[in-house]
Nanobody, 126 residues
Framework: QVQLVESGGGLVQAGGSLRLSCAAS????????VGWFRQAPGKEPGKFEF??????????TFYEDSVKRFTISRDNAKNTVYLQMNGLKPEDSAVYYC?????????????????WGQGTQVTVSS
């Protein structure tokens, strides 16, 4: 089992920045990749949008096209993945979730992920 705990969300003005953290514990060696997803208010219930991901060992990163303002990174010594979000827009407001996948197939889809954190709220005011 892998446990994930997100932190770093909050309220920020448009154009501002936040850094989200995802701390992993438990069976770390089972992790192949960590991804960030978000669920925005008012959107289709249950719909999660892929944001960014990173392969745990190689550090290779991948992004959804609309959020290349964001940077994902990891600190393996701390078992933590970060999502640095710059140039935030009101449409970035959402609950952000990190998730861990044991395999490497179709990592932009929620079905690829086995473990999920509880989410952290990001609100961007205009």
């Amino acid at each position: 089992q892998v446990q994930l705990v997100e932190s770093g969300g909050g309220l920020v003005q448009a154009g501002g920045s936040l850094r989200l953290s995802c701390a992993a514990s438990g069976d770390i060696f089972a992790i192949y990749a960590v991804g960030w997803f978000r669920q925005a208010p008012g959107k289709e219930p249950g719909k999660f949008e892929f944001v960014s991901g990173i392969r745990w060992n190689s550090g290779n990163t991948f992004y959804e096209d609309s959020v290349k303002r964001f940077t994902i990174s990891r600190d393996n010594a701390k078992n933590t993945v970060y999502l640095q979000m710059n140039g935030l827009k009101p449409e970035d407001s959402a609950v952000y979730y990190c998730a861990a996948a044991r395999g490497g197939y179709r990592l932009t889809l929620i079905s690829a992920y086995d473990y999920w954190g509880q989410g952290t709220q990001v609100t961007v005011s205009s």
